[in-house]
């Protein structure tokens, strides 16, 4: 056992905070050997809390590797036997009603590696304290329910730092001596200290400005370093986006006079939405034509939207406690999907996030680090920004959703804010608002952020000719879950059609009264709140084909016994595009399971290359969802569906499909390729992202086959390319083809061309470490060491080794043990100075049970080496102890 064992935290365990703070006047002295903070803290008892008020708890205050310099209250120094200081705490233990705490500390950001509190990102000095990091700044309550209006003076070397920045609005600069200066700012909201942020630098300023519903006019400001200064337009449009969009659909606007955003290159997470001063990770807000592809714009667009967001849902209402994350982060992902849908396609945006609950979120509901939405209990808060947090929370708040309707929906969101602004609240209240404003009862729905796992549905159904009538049987079962048995079942919504042997919707009579009436919907939502339920369906003249689930309108496994025909069917016919790509996927990973192991005479059924073949030569269809439903389902999706799974056995099944598709198919790709070449001015619309994802599609498929034509149409696309998506598209073509000459050398040509620009090393690390070919081992090694990569930056990690174990699956999973190791020794590694990146590297092999015996063995045997580890932060403790308990 480790000394530093983490103790476990429980939310039963609640208390108010015995004292709240109203004001915090800091002061920063920054220096390259450190800083000093000063702090100033008004205090008084919590009216809530009967301890504080009969007797007088002492006061106690979060630090965390903090030198305290001196601790004045009320004007007096504290005498030495009125406080006691640990590793984590400072005590004072006599205070009376209402007093003035006076805090110096000295603390060393240019050391500070774990990137929590202030640190040194390049030449600048920046913050990150959600969720715990206000306390490695200085001594304070430091937990989301103690809100407190903050004042913040900086001050630093004028010529080095001249952007000082922090929260809320300038109010005071000017000169000091010694060449420094000095800028005040004040927030007038009363906000948590994971808000708190400070930012200094020589930074470049874009200007824009939004004018809100009300007519305020908003400064809105972009701070870079000055050679990203190109690539600052599209967050700010997007921001401007965002602001419109939550105005018109939450009527929620803007609250300060100016709001910004700032790029650090170090930044463990995406980005953060301290009040008026988000700052966010450079690869989640800086992009330009030549050196963003479509994706990233994407992902730009919806984490823009989200920290803005966040202003409301998060900072004007805010957690009670950490248990409360998904009160916030569930809520703002729901937000910035419904943003997303809406600027582009809505059925694309829910393939892509089913696609990463199904992969990511199940798999891990599945596993030993398993939790509720609203977790019982953890050791490190930071290991819980998770999946299920956010996107399983998601889907909470979007089954809500669907259970009222938008109307009533928007009537509780509303309720929510004006009822909680300005307040510290719980899952439960959000849930409540929803209730009294729609008189809807979601007493069973609380299920849903209090048990973990996925929910099972198994379906059947039968079809009862001389009535005319159809049955569906739904069974729902949820899997047992670390310290969670015998669940009770929950309410799901569970969107449904039926299908005529044409291809047409049929009204969905659930009774011969409906019948009658002849006005049933062709769509409905059940709703499902028993273990079992059966259903009819009146008035059938043959047996339907049923459209299960659609648009996913609840996370959970469908199990239904469909057939091949049934589902090329729905491929086909089925008015909801998202049931369209599901059945797709469907097929095919039924074929692709048939051909795991299979003899070499076992071909791919036909079926499926007519089914590709129609995808990608009617121009017809919606191009933007063929280009989604080409996408075979991954690697790690399809070991996901397994147990005892081999992967490199899975991976070369997939391939034998991929190959035979592209074999079979591939004069219809070519002349998708050449259909789909754009000739005029680059675009970001819809139509011309599908365009360029369906030819990268087609490129990748014929260099996977060696062909000739595609091998010079692919080296065009590379050398003509005017943005990052089709030159990476067509570098990653090459990167995974057989064609070693032109893979070495663009790949060398790519390093050459974009070496300034971290932002593309990073893909340029990530694609190769991702690659069968390029991924070897020795190759991930020779990346560890390439001049361009850097310990201490989270990006760069994530970009090889994370890259190498997460999407590398088949070189991961080296039957010779050889990538469990490689991953394990290099968290180790990591663990000494960025804990919480190493904590999350190590996920792959968390779930080693899944997996068949030879590989689980030797991962478990990888954990335990990590476990063994001397000085193991808590963030890892948790992880590996939780992943090794039986
Ligand atoms: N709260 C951030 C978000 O919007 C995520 C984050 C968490 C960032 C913790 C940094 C540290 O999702
Ligand atoms: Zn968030």
């Known amino acids: 056992m480790p000394s530093n064992q983490p103790q476990t935290i429980y939310l039963s365990d609640y208390k108010v905070p015995a004292y709240l703070v109203d004001t915090a ?64 705490l400072l005590t004072v233990n006599q205070v009376p009603q209402h007093f003035t705490l006076q805090v110096v500390t000295w603390i060393e950001p240019q050391n500070n590696t774990r990137l929590e509190g202030l640190y040194k990102s390049a030449a600048m000095f920046c913050t990150q304290c959600e969720a715990e990091g206000f306390r490695c700044i200085t001594y304070f309550p430091d937990r989301p329910d103690v809100m407190a209006r903050f004042s913040t003076r900086i001050e630093a070397d004028k010529t080095a730092y001249p952007v000082l920045l922090s929260n809320g609005n300038p109010v005071e600069q000017g000169d000091l001596s010694d060449g420094r ?49 190109e690539k600052c337009e599209y967050a700010l449009d997007s921001l401007k986006r965002a602001m419109a969009w939550d105005e018109q659909t939450y009527g929620r606007e803007y609250d300060l006079d100016i709001f910004m955003i700032v790029a650090v290159d170090d930044f463990n997470m995406g980005a953060m939405e301290n009040k008026g001063l988000n700052i966010f990770n450079s690869s989640c807000v800086l992009a330009s034509q030549e050196t963003a592809t479509d994706m990233a714009f994407e992902r730009i667009e919806s984490i823009v939207a989200h920290e803005y967001f966040h202003n409301w849902s998060g900072n004007r209402v805010t957690c009670r406690d950490w248990f409360q994350l998904s009160l916030k982060e569930g809520f703002t992902v729901f937000r910035d999907t419904q943003f997303s849908g809406d600027m582009g396609s809505a059925t694309v945006k829910r393939i892509e996030s089913a696609t990463v609950l199904r992969t990511a979120q199940f798999a891990e509901d599945a596993g030993p680090m398993a939790h509720s939405v609203r977790p019982a209990s953890y050791m490190e808060i930071t290991n819980f920004y998770t999946l299920t947090i956010y996107v399983k929370g998601a889907e909470v708040v979007r089954m809500i959703h669907t259970l009222l309707g938008p109307d009533l929906f928007r009537k509780g969101s509303d309720l929510y804010f004006e009822r909680h602004d300005g307040q510290a609240v719980t899952t439960d209240d959000f849930v409540k608002a929803m209730e009294d404003a729609s008189g809807r009862d979601l007493g069973q729905f609380r299920l849903w952020y209090e048990q973990a796992g996925t929910p099972q549905l198994a379906i059947s159904d039968e079809y009862d000719e001389s009535a005319g009538v159809y049955h569906l049987h739904i069974k729902q079962t949820l899997p047992d879950t670390p ?38 919907p062709q769509e409905r939502v059940l709703e499902l709140t028993e273990a079992s339920h059966s259903f009819e369906f009146h008035g059938l003249s043959e047996r339907p ?53 299979a003899p070499k005479d076992v071909t791919v059924d036909a079926r499926l290359v007519g089914a590709f073949r129609h995808l990608i030569s009617d121009a017809d269809l919606d191009q933007a969802l063929v280009a989604k439903m080409l996408v075979l389902p991954t690697v790690a999706y399809l070991a996901e569906l ?77 050398r003509d390319a005017d943005n990052m998506t089709d030159r990476m598209g067509a570098l990653k073509a090459f990167v995974n083809s057989g064609y070693d000459d032109d ?73 010779d043990g050889s990538g469990y190791q490689f991953l394990a020794d290099q968290v180790c590694k990591l663990d000494d100075s960025n804990p919480q990146i190493a904590a999350r590297l190590v996920s792959p092999l968390t779930r080693w049970r899944k997996f068949a015996p030879e590989y689980s063995q030797q991962m478990q045997a990888a954990l335990m080496q990590i476990r063994d580890k001397e000085n193991l932060s808590g963030d890892l403790y948790e992880v590996v102890y939780k992943s090794l308990a039986d």
Not at 497 to 515: F, N, T, V
Not at 680 to 706: D, F, H, K, M
Not at 766 to 786: N, Y
């Open 25 to 88: 006047d800091l002061r920063f002295e920054l220096f390259e050997d450190g800083a000093r903070v000063h702090s100033t803290l008004a205090f008084r008892r919590n009216p809530d809390c009967q301890e504080s008020q009969e007797t007088g708890a002492p006061l106690q205050l979060h630090g965390d590797s903090l030198k305290l310099e001196s601790l004045v209250l009320n004007g007096e120094a504290v005498a030495t036997s009125n406080y006691s200081v640990s590793d984590e």
């Open 743 to 815: 893979r070495a050398a663009s790949l060398n040509d790519f390093y050459q061309t974009f070496q300034h620009d971290p932002q593309v090393v990073e893909q340029w690390f990530s694609v190769q470490a991702a690659s069968r070919r390029t991924g070897q081992l020795s190759h991930i090694h020779a990346l560890l060491e390439h001049p361009a990569f850097d310990w201490k930056n989270p990006n760069k990690i994530r970009a090889v080794i994370g890259a190498f174990a997460g999407q590398n699956l088949v070189n991961f999973h080296n039957p």
């Open 642 to 718: 397994t147990d005892g799974a081999d992967v490199p056995a899975i991976h070369r099944a997939r391939r034998r499909v991929l190959k035979h598709l592209a074999i079979a198919l591939r004069d219809e790709l070519v002349a998708c390729y050449r259909r789909n070449i754009d000739s005029g001015p680059y675009q970001l619309g819809p139509e011309a992202v599908a365009r360029r994802s369906l030819r990268n599609t087609a490129l990748a498929w014929l260099l996977l086959i060696n062909d000739e034509e595609g091998r010079s149409l692919g080296l065009g696309q590379y």
């Open 181 to 229: 200066h000095f800028v005040t700012w004040e927030d007038p909201f009363p906000k948590p200290a994971y808000l708190f942020a400070l930012v200094a630098g020589d930074l470049l300023e874009k200007q824009d400005s939004f004018t809100t519903m009300s007519g305020r006019k908003v400064d809105l400001r972009m701070y870079v370093e000055p050679r990203n200064s």
């Open 545 to 597: 084909v049923p459209s299960l689930l659609r648009h996913f309108s609840a996370p959970v496994r469908v199990s239904y016994p469909w057939t091949r025909e049934q589902l090329l069917f729905l491929m086909n016919h089925d008015s909801d595009g998202f049931n369209r790509w599901d059945a797709g996927q469907r097929l095919a990973i039924d074929v692709i399971q048939q051909m795991i192991g």
């Open 483 to 520: 310290g969670q048995t015998d669940k009770q079942p929950q309410h799901i919504p569970f969107a449904l059609g039926l299908l005529g042997s044409r291809g047409e919707a049929l009204a969905l009579a659930l009774s011969a009264e409906e019948l009658a009436k002849a006005d049933a």
